[in-house]
C-alpha cells in the first residue's frame, strides 16, 4: 500500500501540481514526501491525492463543513508565499495538518493554527508521530491569528476568506508576505500581501475557487 501511494503522490505532482506552474523545487519535493493520506480518514485515503478538495470535519449545527484543499491551489498559494529555508511560518486553519507538514520542509518552523479543537488534535497527533519536530499546534480563533509567537516572516491561510483582519497584518514582519484567496466560490482571488517598512500593499495573483474558512466572513451592517 505504501508503494501504491508512492505512485499516487507522483502522478499528483506531476498531473495537478506541474502542469499548474508550480516551479518551486523545494514545494515539489516536499509534495512529493509529505504522505497526504495520513492526513485524512481511513475511508477517505483512497482519495487522499484526487484533484478536489476533501472533507476532513462534517458540518454541524453552526459549525461548517472543513476540507483538505485541492493540491493545485494549494501548491499555487505555497509558492506564491514564497517561503525560504530560514522563514517562521503562521499556518492558519491547518486542519489535520498537512498543509503545515508540507510547509515545515520549506521553513524554518511553523506555528499551525487552528480553531476546532479536535481537528488540532488530530493534526498535532499526526505530525509528531511522522516527526515534524518543527512544527507547533496551537488552538484559537482563526481570524486573531496567534500574535503570542509573532512577528512571522510569512502567514498562510487555508481557505478562502471574505474579509482579511487587520491583526494578522499587524503580525508580519517588516519583509512578511501574507497568502490569501479574498472571495468565495468562483469569485476566488489569490492575493500576496508584503509588508514594507510598515506599510503592506497587495497584488491580484490568480483565479482560485476553493472552499472558505471560517471565521472571516464580512460583518453586514445596515445602511439608512
Given at each position: 500500500m505504501d508503494t501504491d501511494f508512492?505512485?499516487?503522490?507522483?502522478?499528483?505532482?506531476?498531473?495537478?501540481?506541474?502542469?499548474?506552474?508550480?516551479?518551486?523545487?523545494?514545494?515539489?519535493?516536499?509534495?512529493?514526501?509529505?504522505?497526504?493520506?495520513?492526513?485524512?480518514s481511513a475511508r477517505r485515503r483512497e482519495l487522499a491525492y484526487i484533484d478536489e478538495d476533501i472533507e476532513i470535519s462534517p458540518a454541524e449545527p453552526g459549525k461548517p463543513a472543513r476540507y483538505l484543499m485541492e493540491p493545485s491551489p494549494f501548491a499555487k498559494l505555497a509558492q506564491l508565499a514564497g517561503i525560504r529555508s530560514t522563514d517562521f511560518v503562521l499556518d492558519i486553519g491547518c486542519g489535520t495538518g498537512y498543509s503545515s507538514a508540507v510547509l515545515s520542509r520549506l521553513a524554518s518552523s511553523v506555528v499551525a493554527l487552528e480553531s476546532d479543537p479536535v481537528l488540532a488534535e488530530q493534526a498535532s497527533s499526526t505530525l509528531s508521530h511522522l516527526g515534524y519536530d518543527n512544527v507547533a499546534v496551537v488552538q484559537g480563533l482563526l481570524q486573531d491569528g496567534y500574535a503570542a509567537e509573532a512577528p512571522y516572516d510569512a502567514i498562510f491561510i487555508n481557505?478562502?476568506?471574505?474579509?482579511?483582519?487587520?491583526?494578522?497584518?499587524?503580525?508580519?514582519?517588516?519583509?512578511?508576505?501574507?497568502?490569501?484567496?479574498?472571495?468565495?466560490?468562483n469569485a476566488g482571488v489569490a492575493r500576496l500581501f508584503l509588508k514594507t517598512t510598515g506599510v503592506v500593499t497587495g497584488r491580484r495573483a490568480f483565479n482560485a475557487a476553493i472552499?472558505?474558512?471560517?471565521g472571516f466572513e464580512r460583518v453586514h451592517t445596515f445602511e439608512f
Open positions: 508512492t505512485e499516487q503522490r507522483v502522478k499528483m505532482v506531476d498531473g495537478q501540481i506541474r502542469t499548474t506552474d508550480v516551479t518551486d523545487t523545494a514545494i515539489l519535493e516536499a509534495m512529493l514526501t509529505v504522505p497526504r493520506e495520513a492526513f485524512v481557505g478562502a476568506i471574505e474579509e482579511l483582519p487587520q491583526a494578522l497584518l499587524e503580525q508580519l514582519k517588516d519583509g512578511g508576505r501574507l497568502v490569501a484567496v479574498e472571495g468565495l466560490g472552499r472558505p474558512l471560517p
